[in-house]
Nanobody, 122 residues
């Protein structure tokens, strides 16, 4: 059974940085996609970044491009989301997820973490 465990959330002032971690427990066969999502109160969940372990291809939503970086440490079976230049509008619950790439890319996710809260104050 696959389990994803996020950590690293917290409170920070605008302009600050946080690094979220997503530890993958269990075996995911073959190459897979790892995505980061967030959901703010009253808003829909949005995908903000993804990485494909089969080649390292990354994707970033326009809202975070240039400020957030997704990466992975194969030895630790852990993925990261480095968040710099944080803004109050980045405040949300952040989730990591894993799934298999389709013809449309990294769009479908089978495994989800429990979420970690990020709060950015102005």
């Amino acid at each position: 059974q696959v389990q994803l465990v996020e950590s690293g959330g917290g409170s920070v002032q605008a302009g600050g940085s946080l690094r979220l971690s997503c530890a993958v427990f269990g075996y995911i066969p073959g190459y897979y996609c790892m995505g980061w999502f967030r959901q703010a109160p009253g808003k829909e969940r949005e995908g903000i970044a993804s990485i494909y372990t089969g080649g390292g291809t990354t994707y970033y939503a326009d809202a975070v491009k240039g400020r957030f970086t997704i990466s992975r440490d194969n030895a630790k079976n852990t993925h990261y989301l480095q968040m710099n230049s944080l803004k109050p509008e980045d405040t949300a619950m952040y989730y990591c997820a894993a799934g298999f790439r389709t013809v449309a890319g990294c769009t479908e996710y089978n495994y989800w973490g429990q979420g970690t809260q990020v709060t950015v104050s102005s």
